[in-house]
């Protein structure tokens, strides 16, 4: 009598009986999954398993995977396979480029609409994206590190912009290009932060989308500094 393969730790771990089993229960465990780092790239995504996990059918699992394809989080292979995407180098530069232009858009609606409760939500950010840095916990830098982003965009009311810097944000995160960054580059980012938030608590949207430039020139380099595949 055979033995039944078990799960991936991964899908072990997902959070069956947090919510009564759905779709937007699957689809939110796997986008959260991916984005935390806990499967990486390439990594399969066992539908079964998946299913197994959730008591339900295969298609739920497969309508929720076929809105992260449609997310870029998720590749569906020519047999039928579900894997967690992969970026080239050029792939995750483009990306960058993306995030940096949507970002300075979203920045100079943002600041002049930004109220004390805004900048103190920003601020609090940093603080928590700074105590993860000193950590060294790659998951929690990478969560206050968008959290802090986001918090300098959001008064801006464009809503419809703010989903695509969020999709765009997402995709590049599975890859975790942080993890290339020196000690000397982790610095010199956490020094762009600070100078962010003094520019977003200043009302100066000019010096804000400068030195968010700067940031993501920075960012540029560090994946230019990515080993190529292969």
């Not at 055979?2 to 465990?29: H, I």
């Not at 394809?69 to 993306?98: D, M, Q, T």
Request: charged content about 20%.
């Amino acid at each position: 009598m055979s033995r039944q393969r078990p799960p991936a730790p991964w899908v072990a771990a997902l959070a069956s009986a947090r919510d009564t089993p759905s779709q937007a229960l699957v689809l939110e465990e796997l986008r959260t999954a991916i984005l935390a780092g806990l499967v990486r790239p390439g990594a399969p995504i066992p539908v079964d398993d998946v299913a197994a996990r959730f008591s339900l059918s295969r298609i739920p699992v497969r309508e929720a995977l076929k809105t992260l394809v449609a997310e870029g989080l998720v590749e569906h292979e020519v047999r039928g396979a579900y894997v967690v995407a992969r970026l080239s180098r050029a792939e995750l530069a483009e990306l960058y480029v993306v995030r940096a232009s949507l970002e300075a858009a979203a920045q100079a609606a943002a600041v002049p609409l930004a109220t004390p409760q805004d900048v103190a939500v920003a601020a609090a950010a940093l603080r928590e994206l700074e105590a993860a840095t000193a950590a060294g916990g790659a998951a929690d830098h990478h969560r206050w590190s968008r959290r802090f982003h986001l918090a300098l965009i959001a008064p801006c009311q464009m809503h419809r912009l703010l989903q695509m810097f969020e999709r765009a944000w997402n995709v590049t995160e599975p890859g975790r290009p942080m993890s290339h960054a020196s000690a000397a580059a982790t610095a010199a980012l956490a020094a762009d932060h600070v100078a962010m938030l003094d520019a977003f608590a200043a009302g100066d949207a000019a010096a804000l989308t400068q030195v968010t430039g700067g940031h993501y020139a920075r960012l540029q380099e560090i994946v230019a500094g990515i080993p190529a595949e292969g």
